[in-house]
C-alpha cells in the first residue's frame, strides 16, 4: 500500500525534486516520493552539477540535498539557490547528526534536517511538517539549537523585549516548540488542533518579528543570558 502524508491546505502537489549520489538511496527515496499524493516528483539528480545543468530545477518548490555530494557539495549547493529570486525550500539528507552539520546547513538556509537512517513513516512526518509548517524540526535538533543559542552573543533588546507581549497561551505554544519541534507534537501536548498551533505559530512570528522556528527559539534561548 503507497505510504501517504495527510490533506494539507495546499490545493495542488508541491512539486519536490531531490540531489542524492547513491543510486540506491535515491531510487528509495525517489519511490516514496512518487507514492506521496501532496508531492510532484520533478526528477532526482545525481550531483548539484547535474541539478544545476537542468532547467527543471527552477520549477522545485521543495528539494532533498544529500549533504555529502561529489563535486560541487550540499552546503555550496544551498548558498548557490539561496541566491536565487524564489528559492526551493531544502531539506538535508545525511547520515551524520554532527552539530557542526547541522549548524551549518541550518545557517546555509535549509529548512530541515532528515537522517537517511529514519524510517518510512519518520520521513514522511519530517515531509508533512515541511510541507505544512515550512520547516521540519525535530525535537533533537530543537534542542540542539537551543544549546547553541545560549552560548551566542545576545540578540538586540527589541526581540527580547517582545516576548513580553505575548499571551499566556503564546507563550505556553513557544515553550512547547522548544520542547516537541513539530506543530503535531506541540498541539498534542498542549491540547489544541493543528491549525489552532499554526495561528498561534504566526502570532508569535509577528510580535518576536522573525520568520522561523530556528529564530524564535533563538530568542527563547536568548531570555535565560539576561
Not at 20 to 39: F, H, Q
Not at 176 to 188: L, T
Request: glycine letters at 6%; hydrophobic letters at 40%.
Amino acid at each position: 500500500m503507497p505510504s501517504t502524508v495527510p490533506h494539507s491546505s495546499r490545493k495542488s502537489p508541491q512539486r519536490t525534486a531531490l540531489v542524492e549520489d547513491d543510486p540506491v538511496y535515491r531510487a528509495y527515496l525517489s519511490g516514496l516520493l512518487k507514492n506521496t499524493p501532496e508531492v510532484e516528483l520533478v526528477h532526482a539528480w545525481e550531483s548539484a552539477e547535474a541539478m544545476l545543468a537542468d532547467t527543471r530545477f527552477l520549477l522545485v518548490e521543495l528539494l532533498f540535498i544529500d549533504l555529502e555530494l561529489p563535486g560541487i557539495s550540499g552546503l555550496e549547493l544551498l548558498s548557490r539557490l539561496s541566491k536565487l529570486q524564489n528559492p526551493p525550500r531544502c531539506v538535508v539528507l545525511t547520515s551524520s547528526l554532527e552539530p557542526e552539520h547541522v549548524f551549518s546547513a541550518i545557517r546555509g538556509g535549509a529548512s530541515g534536517y532528515v537522517v537517511k537512517t529514519l524510517d518510512t513513516q519518520a520521513f514522511l512526518e519530517n515531509l508533512r511538517q515541511v510541507i505544512q509548517d515550512g520547516v521540519s524540526l525535530s525535537p533533537f535538533i530543537a534542542r540542539m539549537l537551543i544549546d547553541e543559542f545560549r552560548h551566542a552573543p545576545p540578540q538586540p533588546g527589541g526581540r527580547h523585549l517582545a516576548l513580553k507581549t505575548l499571551t499566556a497561551r503564546e507563550r505556553q505554544v513557544l515553550d512547547s516548540m522548544a520542547r516537541h519541534g513539530s506543530a503535531k507534537g506541540m498541539g498534542e501536548a498542549l491540547g489544541l488542533s493543528h491549525e489552532t498551533v499554526r495561528v498561534h505559530m504566526k502570532k508569535i512570528y509577528q510580535k518576536l518579528h522573525v520568520k522561523s522556528k530556528s529564530e524564535a527559539l533563538a530568542v527563547l534561548a536568548q531570555e535565560t543570558q539576561s
